[in-house]
């Protein structure tokens, strides 16, 4: 068992991109260098989830040098909402400076269908609980105003346009899970502000900007949310349906790393 660092013997990663459920597809834009399953290196927890794979890719896409962490753990794995710190420090400590996240969604908002991509731009606590509890340091007090990156953001908007790939924008509501909502939740999500709800991200993104990394996040839409359609949700729906938005979110990170940062 090796620490990162020591893994990447003197590769410096500048962007880390980190997939979702079912999104494990994306890891395909990368002309690897090294494959490193989490089992081998020191901290990286495995996530026991259908749908998501337990390694690091490691290698370029163009001339940029990235990091991908296909598959991650979640909450509703522990209980523990800092399951993804040590990984997130370790990637702070090689060096890298920005963070893609990806995940699968449920959308609250009628105009946003499955197979959609939501830009995050900006996020609902709604589990109310933080990776930062017990971090005794007062560089637990992190501002959260503007989680999302405005630069990156702009960028990737921009690049979409341009390549004519539909992205919506929109407030991601994290729920712990691992039971989806009930209707009444999600008509309460979409009063609040919300346009998508999810089981991820949140504390990753929380994590990211104490370690002072810029964030971006994009969410998959794998179903409507509960009642807004006859049919019950399952695990079997997000992983149909990831691979659809994925492939466009494929798209836009790719292009978006090749020019625009
Ligand atoms: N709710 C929460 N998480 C999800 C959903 C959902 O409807 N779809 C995919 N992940």
Known sequence: ??????????????TALVLGSGLGGLSALVDVDLRIPYSEIEGFPESKVSGHTAELVCGSIGSHRVVILSGRVHYYESGN??????????????????????????????????GSVMQIKDHINFAGTSPLIGEPTDARFVGLTTAYDKGMRKTFRTIAEREEIEIHRGVYMWFGGPNFETPAEIKMA???????????????????????MDVAAFSVITNFGAGMTGNELGHDETKEWAPVGGAKLARLIEATLKEGF
């Open 1 to 14: 068992m090796k620490t990162l660092a020591a893994h990447l013997d003197g590769f410096q990663p500048k």
């Open 81 to 114: 909402p800092a399951a993804m710190r040590k990984p997130i420090s370790a990637l702070n400590d090689v060096g890298v400076k920005r963070l893609i996240l990806t995940n699968s969604a449920g959308s609250v908002n009628k105009d946003m269908a499955p």
């Open 190 to 212: 979409r009063r609040m502000g919300a346009d998508a709800v999810g089981m991820s991200t949140v504390p990753e993104v929380i994590l990211a900007r104490f370690f002072g």
